[in-house]
């Protein structure tokens, strides 16, 4: 369903004064407004395929209806989102959940609606109706070459379709891992694992990159392959320049002190991608800000202090994407909460007062330096970012519209109650 632009206009018309009002307040303190405003219009955050449909435990799964049934209708799903926020301007396909059939068909699809491709992902985690070899021991770390080559020929497929999409990057999850003390050698498990990524890896086209990702435990639960980002970051230096790690903020144990790890992977020049989600325990893949905004507020804060040493492009520099799971919510609904929550998150680091900040720990001020992160924490920050997405053509209250306008209603008169998207 297509969301005029006459809709969002006639409503933000009516939200204009108390904006206004609200946005003069906060803009009062802010240096650099102009400049702040412009990074925040300009930080896009990519929808995964994956995400446009109800999620699922291993208990069961309750869809809201009007669940799209085919790539077409997941993209126009991501075009609403994007014509209410204007900050979701790409999507990232999984693969074989998402085959483009006719790749320019696809593209075309997208770019009525304002959007792109972003990295796409292969899936070795799963067995398909007609593959000849299983899974359920691993992929790129089975102890079986066989098995190892189709995993790496899935790859180097999913490539493909990423090229004729005009994507640049393949994103490399796996679950090889082990269940049972013994059940594995860690030494081969590894080696295995690089030696197939480096048949991947020399497949790569020229301006591609490839994202190893992290996980510490589930599907299995004793061990996994690449389980944490020293071993991420140990493939991709092995690996070469086109690999680096991606961080998924679901995959760290509890408290793991995630705005360290992106500090120093910054520091590498090897932070790729990122996933965000939200947790209260492991990999919850819950709405992004909804237990933590504190801690995602961190990560920011040395997300944008580490691109800034190194002279990096804040929306472009990194792969930003969504990585979460609707059980209880409306997907579309629960995608804009998380799109907001790092807007806010990364305005907030924009905030920081960073010469006071450097200032504080040249000194060993503590109190300073809680003072400082916290002012900027504190400050309520979405009129700055309402403003952003005035000035791109989008919703001053993007929910809010979504809402008065019914879209779900309409998607399940549309496409039905009982509609099954693929993905988790
Ligand atoms: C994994 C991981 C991957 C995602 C799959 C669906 O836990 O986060 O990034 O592709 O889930
Ligand atoms: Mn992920
Ligand atoms: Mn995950």
Same mark, same amino acid.
């Given at each position: 369903?297509?969301?005029?632009?006459?809709?969002?206009?006639?409503?933000?018309?009516?939200?204009?004064?108390?904006?206004?009002?609200?946005?003069?307040?906060?803009?009062?303190?802010?240096?650099?407004?102009?400049?702040?405003?412009?990074?925040?219009?300009?930080?896009?955050?990519?929808?995964?395929?994956?995400?446009?449909?109800?999620? &699922?435990?291993?208990?069961?799964?309750?869809?809201?209806?009007?669940?799209?049934?085919?790539?077409?209708?997941?993209?126009?799903?991501?075009?609403?989102?994007?014509?209410?926020?204007?900050?979701?301007?790409?999507?990232?396909?999984?693969?074989?959940?998402?085959?483009?059939?006719?790749?320019?068909?696809?593209?075309?699809?997208?770019?009525?609606?304002?959007?792109?491709?972003?990295?796409?992902?292969?899936?070795?985690?799963?067995?398909?109706?007609?593959?000849?070899?299983?899974?359920?021991?691993?992929?790129?770390?089975?102890?079986?070459?066989?098995?190892?080559?189709?995993?790496?020929?899935?790859?180097?497929?999913?490539?493909?379709?990423?090229?004729?999409?005009?994507?640049?990057?393949?994103?490399?999850?796996?679950?090889?891992?082990?269940?049972?003390? &013994?059940?594995?050698?860690?030494?081969?498990?590894?080696?295995?694992? *690089?030696?197939?990524?480096?048949?991947?890896?020399?497949?790569?086209?020229?301006?591609?990159?490839?994202?190893?990702?992290?996980?510490?435990?589930?599907?299995?639960f004793y061990s996994t392959t690449i389980g944490d980002w020293g071993q991420s970051l140990l493939l991709a230096n092995k690996l070469g320049p086109k690999a680096s790690t991606l961080v998924d903020l679901g995959h760290h144990l509890p408290n793991t002190n995630i705005e360290q790890i992106v500090s120093l992977l910054l520091m590498e020049g090897k932070l790729a991608g990122f996933h965000f989600n939200d947790s209260k325990y492991g990999d919850?893949?819950?709405?992004?800000?909804?237990?933590?905004?504190?801690?995602?507020?961190?990560?920011?804060?040395?997300?944008?202090?580490?691109?800034?040493?190194?002279?990096?492009?804040?929306?472009?520099?990194?792969?930003?994407?969504?990585?979460?799971?609707?059980?209880?919510?409306?997907?579309?609904?629960?995608?804009?909460?998380?799109?907001?929550?790092?807007?806010?998150?990364?305005?907030?680091?924009? *905030?920081?007062?960073?010469?006071?900040?450097?200032?504080?720990?040249?000194?060993?001020?503590?109190?300073?330096?809680?003072?400082?992160?916290?002012?900027?924490?504190?400050?309520?920050?979405?009129?700055?970012?309402?403003?952003?997405?005035?000035?791109?053509?989008?919703?001053?209250?993007?929910?809010?519209?979504?809402?008065?306008?019914?879209?779900?209603?309409n998607l399940i008169k549309e496409r039905g109650q009982n509609t099954v998207a693929t993905g988790l």
């Amino acid at each position: 369903m297509l969301i005029e632009k006459s809709r969002i206009d006639e409503a933000n018309h009516q939200l204009s004064n108390k904006h206004q009002r609200q946005f003069d307040y906060v803009a009062a303190d802010v240096k650099n407004l102009d400049e702040v405003i412009q990074k925040i219009q300009a930080f896009n955050i990519a929808i995964p395929s994956w995400a446009l449909g109800t999620g &699922g435990t291993r208990f069961g799964r309750f869809s809201g209806g009007g669940e799209p049934r085919t790539l077409e209708e997941k993209i126009e799903d991501v075009g609403a989102i994007h014509a209410l926020n204007k900050s979701s301007n790409s999507i990232s396909l999984h693969i074989p959940w998402d085959i483009p059939s006719n790749a320019d068909a696809i593209k075309a699809v997208a770019a009525h609606h304002g959007l792109r491709f972003d990295a796409v992902n292969s899936n070795t985690f799963q067995d398909q109706k007609d593959q000849s070899l299983s899974y359920k021991f691993g992929s790129l770390h089975h102890s079986d070459k066989a098995v190892r080559k189709q995993a790496v020929e899935h790859n180097i497929e999913v490539i493909k379709y990423g090229v004729e999409l005009g994507s640049n990057a393949l994103s490399v999850w796996l679950a090889d891992g082990s269940s049972f003390p &013994g059940q594995l050698n860690f030494r081969n498990a590894f080696q295995n694992t *690089l030696e197939s990524l480096q048949e991947i890896y020399a497949a790569l086209p020229q301006d591609w990159k490839v994202w190893v990702e992290y996980k510490p435990y589930e599907p299995y639960f004793y061990s996994t392959t690449i389980g944490d980002w020293g071993q991420s970051l140990l493939l991709a230096n092995k690996l070469g320049p086109k690999a680096s790690t991606l961080v998924d903020l679901g995959h760290h144990l509890p408290n793991t002190n995630i705005e360290q790890i992106v500090s120093l992977l910054l520091m590498e020049g090897k932070l790729a991608g990122f996933h965000f989600n939200d947790s209260k325990y492991g990999d919850d893949d819950l709405t992004v800000g909804s237990i933590n905004p504190y801690q995602l507020f961190l990560i920011f804060n040395e997300l944008v202090e580490g691109m800034d040493a190194r002279g990096m492009a804040h929306a472009t520099s990194i792969g930003w994407m969504i990585d979460a799971s609707h059980n209880v919510k409306d997907p579309i609904e629960d995608l804009l909460q998380s799109v907001e929550a790092i807007k806010i998150a990364y305005a907030q680091a924009l *905030l920081v007062d960073t010469a006071a900040l450097k200032q504080a720990q040249e000194s060993n001020d503590a109190v300073a330096a809680q003072e400082i992160l916290q002012a900027a924490y504190r400050t309520d920050v979405r009129p700055l970012i309402a403003e952003a997405r005035l000035r791109e053509g989008g919703a001053l209250n993007p929910l809010g519209v979504y809402r008065s306008l019914d879209v779900r209603s309409n998607l399940i008169k549309e496409r039905g109650q009982n509609t099954v998207a693929t993905g988790l």
